[in-house]
């Protein structure tokens, strides 16, 4: 169905249908002109937001819309569990091209009903509007959490321990496989079978927020500092040493990459390190512990979120700078790569 025939509010009626009913919080939601809260006592309020840019950020040709839809709101929510909170509630802005239909329209909602839904989060309004060329869809997002237990970028310090929950490059390389297929649509003997990179295919479309690990870690009360790997490890690592002013050490060899991610590096021409560095929305927690934290706290934190952690590195001063440790104890510059969205 094409948007013209029902309209920007006809639009908004169907979409609404799709969210699930709200908790006691929202005591106004979407079809006013503001969405109303009651917030709780004794917390602090997050706020964060996120745009996804076609051609930027995704593209139709291999995201299909419900994919979009989830990665969006799940950008937004792994924001939230960075700082050791939940998530509250969101609104949603989309601007539409005129090729997109209703129920194109109506998946990117499920998408993002999907995703909210597994992390407790409501969609309580926000905005729809007629795009000249590419598809936009925007989410900001609030949350809360204990004073007590907030964790930020800023808090590492020299000595601390870097470790990382899951595992790394394996969205990158999901995307780049994606990619491949895409380009190679005719001949269908071109790529391996989907077996063979489906559990990194599915890590780039559906990126699961990591919430509950979040919640454990900052209850250990050792953590100093964390962030999402949004960016690459590389690069998010260098955005909390430059707001803790300190400098920091990985070793290559205990860096986490599983065997589809290494394979696909294989097959792509790369390294699995590159992916892991540099590649991007993985979506795991980056953070720091302190040194002489309690072996098992950080085991037991993982067990209850069903979630490895490793152990990678340590905070150095920050004259030191960011360095790479490889197998033979040979020290290099950390080189920072990832995308940037103004120098490519």
């Not at 917390?43 to 979009?68: C, K, P, W």
């Not at 590419?134 to 310090?157: F, N, P, Q």
């Not at 490793?310 to 360095?323: A, D, F, N, S, Y």
């Amino acid at each position: 169905m094409e948007l013209s025939r029902i309209g920007e509010f006809g639009l908004i009626d169907r979409l609404q249908k799709l969210l699930p009913a709200f908790g006691q919080p929202v005591v106004v939601g979407p079809g006013d002109d503001a969405a109303a809260v009651r917030p709780a006592a004794g917390t602090l309020t997050l706020l964060t937001a996120d745009v996804l840019v076609e051609h930027v950020h995704f593209d139709r040709g291999i995201h299909d819309y419900e994919d979009i839809g989830w990665r969006a709101m799940a950008a937004n929510i792994s924001d939230i569990a960075a700082m050791g909170g939940r998530p509250g509630h969101a609104l949603v802005s989309i601007c539409l091209p005129d090729d997109v239909t209703v129920e194109q329209v109506e998946e990117i909602y499920r998408g993002m009903a999907g995703v909210a839904g597994e992390c407790g989060c409501d969609i309580i309004g926000g905005d729809t509007v007629a795009s000249p060329r590419d598809l936009v869809v925007s989410v900001a997002l609030t949350g809360e959490v204990a004073e007590e237990h907030m964790v930020t970028r800023k808090g590492a310090r020299v000595g601390d321990r870097i470790a990382v929950t899951g595992q790394l490059g394996g969205s990158q390389a999901g995307l780049a496989m994606l990619r491949l297929l895409h380009e190679k649509t005719l001949d269908t003997g071109a790529l391996p079978p989907a077996e063979r990179w489906d559990r990194i295919r599915r890590r780039h479309l559906r990126p699961h927020p990591r919430l509950r690990a979040a919640q454990e870690l900052v209850r250990t009360g050792c953590v100093h500092s964390m962030i999402d790997v949004s960016d690459g490890l590389a690069g998010d690592l260098k955005h909390i040493t430059d707001r803790s002013g300190v400098g920091a050490q990985i070793e290559r060899e205990k860096i986490p990459i599983d065997d589809q991610t290494r394979w696909a590096a294989e097959y792509l021409g790369t390294t699995a390190l590159a992916l892991a560095l540099s590649g991007g929305e993985d979506f795991e927690l980056l953070f720091t512990v302190a040194a002489d934290a309690a072996p098992g706290v950080l085991d037991q934190a993982a067990r209850k979120a069903g979630l490895n952690v490793t152990l990678i590195g340590r905070v150095q001063p920050r004259k030191q700078g960011l360095t790479i440790l490889g197998p033979s104890g040979e020290e290099k510059p950390l080189i920072i790569g990832g995308f940037n969205h103004f120098s490519g």
